[in-house]
């Protein structure tokens, strides 16, 4: 079975321009996540999707970030325009629960996109 | 809100050597613990978990208790191995306002394991 697959792997960008993160989650999963990690520091919690719609984004740092699920299928992360802060490791990752009482269910994790903006 | 602290890295052992990784934690309510660990070039892999106080988590050699007088969910491996080497995070998982679980991670503990 194919895990959480995230893409790209590595993207270098420049101050101002756009980058587009995907995530693909393990088929069935209805939730999804997004998580960043900045050099460093903790790795911190930007939002929760269930199936197509945003559970919670109370992390998501600013109006330049959209993160969308289209179908409840795959999910994008856009950062436009990307700013020097925005440099780190982005995290996707994909459970299933079942009613809300899921505390205890394993979160799968991608292999993260690491993003350099210069 | 919730918090993680770890100890800081890195760590650097020899192989055979005995391992602890602290972490403590703050949270409202009654968190489940978890352990992730990202090998070189991998993502992040659930190490172990322990659901309720007094609770010991275990998987490949590591070991960790619930500790909820301390608040703390140390880990600990008696004897380490080169492919040990990897970054450990420790993290809590506790429930949002719509019932679903987001989890709260520590800054992340290098381990170097030397031959």
């Known amino acids: 079975e194919a895990g959480v697959t995230q893409f790209p792997s590595h993207s270098v960008i420049e101050k101002g321009q756009t980058v587009t993160l995907r995530c693909d989650p393990i088929?069935?999963?209805?939730?999804l996540y997004w998580y960043r990690r900045v050099m460093g520091k903790e790795i911190k919690f930007l939002l929760h999707?269930?199936?197509?719609?945003?559970?919670?984004e109370s992390g998501m740092p600013n109006n330049r970030f959209l993160a969308e699920r289209t179908g409840g299928t795959y999910s994008t992360l856009k950062v436009q325009p990307a700013e020097l802060e925005d440099s780190g490791v982005y995290f996707c990752?994909?459970?299933?629960?079942?009613?809300?009482?899921?505390?205890?269910?394993?979160?799968?994790f991608g292999q993260g996109t690491r993003l350099t903006v210069v | 809100g919730n918090s993680v602290t770890q100890m800081e890295g890195p760590v650097t052992l020899s192989e055979e050597a005995f391992l602890t990784i602290n972490c403590t934690y703050t949270?409202?309510?009654?968190?489940?613990l978890f352990w992730y660990v990202q090998y070189p070039g991998e993502g992040l892999q659930l190490l172990l978990k322990?659901?309720?106080?007094?609770d010991k988590g275990s998987n490949k050699g590591f070991e960790a208790t619930y500790r909820k007088e301390t608040t703390s969910f140390h880990l600990e491996k008696g004897s380490v191995q080169v492919s040990d080497s990897a970054v450990y995070f420790c993290?809590?998982?506790?429930?949002?306002?719509?019932?679903?679980?987001?989890?709260?991670f520590g800054k992340g503990t290098m381990l170097l394991v030397s031959p």
């Open positions: 990752a994909s459970s299933q629960e079942i009613g809300g009482l899921g505390v205890n269910t394993e979160a799968f």
């Open positions: 088929s069935g999963h209805d939730n």
């Open positions: 999707f269930v199936k197509e719609s945003k559970q919670d």
């Open positions: 949270a409202t309510g009654y968190p489940s």
């Open positions: 322990a659901t309720k106080a007094d």
């Open positions: 993290a809590l998982s506790d429930r949002t306002q719509g019932g679903y679980s987001t989890l709260t």
